[in-house]
């Protein structure tokens, strides 16, 4: 599963054309995954990507007893009946890579009494406070223990409901509540919650094994705990974010891409807005076409938000595309307050693309201002030149790659591995789209 090449060397000018797969969301892969934990039976997912994610869960679910098999290409059979505690340095050691182990948090309380959880690793694109999960376990009664270590969380009187609102509807701690309460002793209530696709898809699974959720329009989410949960057999929710940063790579390439498996229900917004730019695209039962019918792309004015807004992992690719686009363009990051670094290494690439550090204000603005947010300035079109750039995080990194396939010239992107994180076998599905490049250990 592991990427050997560091560095891929791209000759850039050349349009992709062809099909490519998207399978299960890494958003909702994984998380499903710890789901397994809170089962007395095996769990079957389905449709799992073939992503280092994925691999990081799988050893850290091994650490803790879960046999974790593969009965067939892209299925994971999970059976958590030996589960057992881990040595803290096994898990610190997993860790590193990943954001996940914060999830651990409440399976773990309810089968073993404890979690150990180490300083967290993931992309580095702002800040992300782990202080919503820690108060929501606190909600549910738990004890948390801060110590050079990391964290240790206990229960020692178990779990019970809360009610419990969210100061921003933030998508690790919504799914941190609901892997808490299905277990935890009577019935709670989240305000303010996630209510993205993958959430959804991860309430399915947790219904699935005997949990009792529903959903209200206004965020709101009610879960009654239950004593027993069983295992499930589920098919991932097709990967979206993959889906569209494939749909930008036709737009600022001129090309022509077959996304096999994405969903329009679930790109809604990103397809308003990439026909808004000029780019075309056709729904078909089995997926969705993208292409560059011609003529100038035109500047837009994007919100990042929370579902059903425009995803903040979808801007970074889509900008590579802005920057071909005739006009100004301004993106406003309202999730994170660090996502436009890469724009740095653009516009060492020809872009015009300028950051202001504390947001903009604008009078066509619909989603609330942040404290921390930031807006982009994209001027174009831009001819874009190659350059040798380093990957600073997943979506990110993909820009880096659409941007050198859109370029005149010679490109080297290093430190690709960050990118199959999230975007499986992406070097073979560059090769099939026609792409010329080689790779570098």
């Not at 919650?193 to 094994?209: F, G």
């Not at 076409?289 to 792309?297: D, E, K, M, T, V």
């Not at 015009?352 to 300035?377: C, F, N, W, Y």
């Not at 750039?389 to 290093?414: E, H, K, M, T």
Request: net charge negative.
């Amino acid at each position: 599963m592991g990427l050997k090449a560091d560095s891929i060397v791209i000759e850039g000018g050349k349009p992709l054309r062809g099909r490519i797969e998207v399978r299960g969301a890494k958003n909702l892969a994984t998380k499903a995954m710890v789901a397994s934990l809170l089962g007395d039976t095996p769990s079957l997912l389905q449709d799992v990507p073939e992503i280092s994610d994925v691999d990081v869960v799988s050893r850290m679910l091994d650490a803790y007893g879960v046999a974790v098999t593969s009965p067939a290409p892209g299925e994971l059979l999970l059976d958590p009946v030996n589960v057992a505690r881990s040595h803290f340095e096994t898990i610190d050691a997993l860790a590193g890579s990943s954001r996940i182990p914060i999830l651990f948090c409440g399976p773990l309380l309810h089968r073993l009494g404890e979690a150990l959880i180490p300083d967290l690793g993931g992309c580095r694109i702002g800040d992300r406070p782990i202080d919503f999960h820690m108060d929501a376990l606190r909600a549910f009664g738990a004890i948390v223990d801060k110590s050079y270590e990391g964290i240790r969380i206990t229960a020692p009187d178990g779990l019970r409901g809360a009610n419990i609102e969210l100061p921003f509807p933030s998508v690790g701690a919504t799914e941190q509540v609901l892997l808490t309460a299905v277990k935890a002793k009577g019935v709670t209530e989240l305000k303010n919650a996630a209510i993205e696709p993958e959430i959804m898809d991860l309430i399915a699974v947790l219904q699935k094994m005997g949990a009792i959720i529903w959903t209200e329009a206004n965020r709101t989410i009610f879960i009654e705990g239950v004593d027993q949960l069983s295992g499930y057999t589920h098919r991932a929710i097709s990967d979206r974010n993959e889906a569209a940063s494939w749909a930008a790579a036709a737009l600022v390439t001129r090309g022509d891409i077959f996304v096999g498996g994405a969903k329009q229900q679930d790109l809604m917004t990103f397809l308003n807005v990439f026909r808004k730019v000029g780019g075309a695209f056709d729904v078909r039962e089995d997926g969705i076409r993208f292409w560059h019918p011609g003529g100038a792309l035109k500047p837009v004015q994007v919100e990042t938000d929370v579902h059903p807004g425009f995803m903040t992992d979808w801007q970074q690719p889509l900008i590579v595309a802005l920057t071909q686009a005739e006009g100004v363009s301004v993106v406003h990051e309202t999730v994170y307050e660090n996502r436009f670094g890469f724009t740095d290494a653009l516009n060492d690439m020809g872009a015009d693309i300028v950051v202001h550090r504390d947001g903009l204000e604008s009078v066509t603005r619909r989603v609330p201002r942040r404290k921390l947010e930031q807006a982009a300035v994209v001027t174009g079109p831009t001819p874009l030149h190659g350059a040798e750039v380093r990957v600073p995080d997943l979506r990110g990194g993909f820009s880096y790659l659409i941007a050198a396939l859109a370029a005149q010239g010679r490109s080297r992107v290093s430190n690709i591995g960050i990118i199959s994180r999230g975007y499986e076998h992406f070097v073979e599905k560059l090769e099939a789209l026609g792409a010329d490049f080689t790779l570098e250990a």
